[in-house]
């Protein structure tokens, strides 16, 4: 008895430490490198003390200890923010009542911490395999929750937990789907953790870099029919400044990008619902003109939408689009779109010669697309380094460039030809499964191109087309020359199988995520209002499903009734004593073949007649006491019975 | 009502107003079988951390507009649910019996045995007697709590007795938070039982001495009786129980050196009133258990009532009753 308290307490210890190393796995973004290594400290060190089987530390010393890190914690409060440092305290707090934990009713706040960081584990990770194993871990502290409160050396009742959980799924679903969502109550700190995307700045080098990144950066589901590629432009960045080698994005935009436009003139011909994966950044994407969009996301007035705060966990909203060009706004914007760097004469040389021969702008965009083309440019993932004046080296000397070179280069030559042009950033088509019926986005879909001022209107303009049009029309697979591609996929990721289980695993993360992580106020209206529609179909159903059960046990009960009139002692005699009794002649009463059974076997005399006597007692005199002592002599003496019948079997 | 906190008054109040509604609920019955109608359900203090965790969780979920978390958030919501059901589940149906009188000497615990019997598992049961009456200290209301952590078919509880007499027995408080701890099922049960308390035995026969010289006799052979460690082949029949029963590491026999053909003999209680009564039952409780220890034939003489002479356990049970009740 004392040893399997004991163990149980081991196991018990050990289970809370396994969760909270998985805890500390998960919330390990939220955390510094020094953190995590106190930490796993402190929990390998209780490792430790469960297999030597030490005691437990002083609360005196945990308290100290605890104190001390606390307040590092604190001194490091600006640097980690206020989200992380509440991660930090909860767990070092869960981690110090492990560490002196003595008693089995101390793990009760234990267990409670651990319920409260379990969930923030969700602020951190919404994919579904994680949520899966997060789940998991919850299962455990559950588990150790039942044990604080059970006895020591009982086993799971697996028919009473299966029950439990048949309650407990309807009820939980109901509660989800049904219970009021509201709007957030007041602003929360965020996770800090570093953004993921396009950047605000565009070097030469940044898109190559991205696009070796294989996870995804949104889904989109069209309403209507999925849009050829070309029209695929996904907007995301508007840079407008160049110092003679890297684009950025105007202050102005950055701030300005909080007003909605209300321009409902322009005619939607799209609509489609963007699921879009945490970024940490507000910028979020849209085709063209978006002209409405779901009450979560803003329109800024030159076509771009954002969230209200970074984008911490997957976002779901609905966009519907012009396939026009975006409108000019104001007069800044087209000044702010014609200043030029200092550097790069060759290119400057090149832009008056072109504005010269063609004097509009469009048939100079015309011209430039038909020089890449024409020209021996090369498209490519790895391009060589560029000197101080890139522009120059890029487009009269090395000729091979990414998206990002064409871009920025074709850019240039039509602020210095005088027309307005900007880089856009964003992607560019994206990856169509069609049984599922969604398009994903990945960041290796990162793309770069030009808008330039056409009366009025931003033109969109994209020189890779020219270069490598199969980029567009396909993907960059198909753009990029053998080598090259294998830079895009690591070894293991070309297996087939491999390849096949990601895709499938995507496509349940993309259920997932419209169903679970989607499912808004929206939805649950949008379900309310089916229900009411379909209230009597499912008030008939339900109805009909009770009258069907009713009828079902009704039944049941009549024919249990009519079949089974044999009295309970009786049973109970011939549950124990079957196949004595089947040795009975019909003709003679249970009792009468008992007492010669007890002659014949002297050895079993005494309880054969014991036997006896409480079975005619219960079943004549309708005893019930005399029947739970049938009951208890029954049970309580197998072995005896079991030498009866081997008795009987051998004689 | 001396020297008694706010907080001891309140609840004795309390007590009394539950006493009268449970004993209308639930009259003192023989054999009681928990049912809806005597359950109770609250939650525990555990439980309540466990509704501010759930609205933590709502919170946090909502503000982060998280799903996640409101889905962890009502999967606890619907576990603490389900436990209302589990934790009636647990204590419903099980069947409580007394079928002995308990009998003790005053100032003694006194241990009844309640019989259970039980069609499922019922686990983690608390069992205990209810006794707010003694209101000596607070230690003495509650009475030491039983822990059945498996299904039992008897429950050994304890009762406080601090007067002679004959008492009906308190009600039964059965709790269980079994499985999670966040409900707390209990019931308050009335079985139609008594309990004995005797007086204590006491050997100080100063209050006889001066009335009457009818025990000199009896004096005489205590005299002749001393007490001595136990050793191998003693009879079990001189065992000291009482000491046993206080120290059950070195047990104590009587040494008797009066004679076999001992004469049959009266224990006699005058006729007396307070606590010289009460001093006089206390020297006859003595003088019965050593005559029935001793084996000889003995008889008992109140004031309003006189047992004949017998001897065996069940003739001392009246004799002492007849005491408790005088």
Known sequence: MLTQQKLKQKNLLLSWAAIQFSLLLLLQQAFAGWVIAIFALLLLYRLLSVFKAKAAISLKLVNLLAGIIAITFFLQLQQAGVLHFMLQILLLAATARLLALQHLYEARQLVWVHYFLIACCFILHQDMLIAVFILLVFAVNLYSHYRLFSPSVSQVNWLQTGRSILIILPLWLAMFLLFPRLPPFWQIPNANIASTGLSDTLDPGSIEQLVQDDSLAFRVEFDGALPPRQQLYWRARLYEDFDGRRWQVNALRKNASRQRAADTTADSSLSYRIIAEASQQTGLFALATPVTSSSNVFISPSGLLSSNKPVSQRLSYQVSSSLTPVVLVSEQEQQLNLRTAPGNPQTQQFAYQLKQQYPQSHELVQALAEHFRQQAFYYSLTPPPLGRNSIDAFLFDSRIGFCSHYASASAVILRHAGIAARVVGGYQGGNWHPQQGYLAVRQREAHAWVEYLHNGVWQPFDPTAAVAPERILNSLDSALPEDQRALLDPGWRQLALLQNVRQQLMHLDYYWSVWVLGFDDTSQRQLWRNLYRHLPVIGYSVAALFVLVMLLLLYFRVRQNRTDNTPEATKQLYRYLGKMLAAKPPSLPVSAFLLQCAKRYPAHDIYLKQLTELYEQALYKEDTEALNQLKQLLKCHKAELGRLRRAIKNA | ?326
Not at chain 2, 13 to 29: D, F, I, M, T, V
Not at chain 2, 37 to 51: D, Q
Not at chain 2, 243 to 253: E, G
Request: aromatic content about 10%.
């Open chain 2, 1 to 326: 009502m001396p020297n008694l906190t706010l907080k001891q008054r309140l609840y004795q109040r309390y007590w009394q107003l539950l006493s009268r509604y449970l004993n209308k609920r639930q009259p003192a019955a023989d054999k009681v079988r928990l049912v809806q109608k005597l359950i109770f359900i609250l939650p525990t203090r555990y439980g309540w951390w466990f509704v501010l965790l759930i609205t933590l969780l709502y919170l946090l979920g909502t503000n982060y507009q998280n799903n996640l978390i409101l889905l962890l958030c009502y999967l606890l919501l619907s576990v603490f649910l389900v436990n209302i059901v589990l934790a009636y589940q647990n204590i419903s149906g099980l069947t409580l019996q007394c079928k002995q009188a308990a009998e003790g000497f005053a100032g003694e615990v006194i241990t009844a045995v309640v019989n259970l019997s039980n069609d499922k598992k019922h686990l983690m049961l608390n069992m205990n007697f209810v006794q707010p009456d003694n209101t000596k200290n607070t230690d003495a209301r509650q009475n030491e709590t039983v822990l059945l952590s498996q299904p039992a078919t008897t429950a050994t509880l304890n009762l406080n007795g601090t007067k002679r007499g004959k008492y009906a027995l308190p009600r039964i408080k059965i709790t269980s938070q079994y499985p999670f701890g966040l409900w707390r099922a209990w019931s308050y049960v009335a079985l139609a039982q008594h309990y004995w308390v005797y007086p204590t035995p006491d050997a100080d026969k100063s209050v006889l001495n001066s009335l009457s010289n009818d025990a000199s006799q009896q004096a005489k052979t205590d005299a002749g009786e001393t007490l001595s460690p136990y050793r191998a082949g003693d009879s079990v029949r001189h065992m000291v129980w009482k000491r046993l029963a206080r120290d059950p590491a070195n047990p104590v026999v009587r040494q008797q050196h009066f004679s076999a053909q001992a004469e049959p003999s009266w224990v006699v209680v005058p006729q007396l009133s307070g606590d010289a009564l009460e001093r006089a039952l206390r020297y006859a409780c003595q003088q019965l258990l050593q005559l029935e220890q001793s084996g000889s034939s003995y008889g008992l003489k109140l004031p309003a009532l006189t047992l004949p002479q017998a001897k065996g356990p069940q003739h001392l049970q009246r004799c002492l009753q007849e005491l408790a009740l005088c």
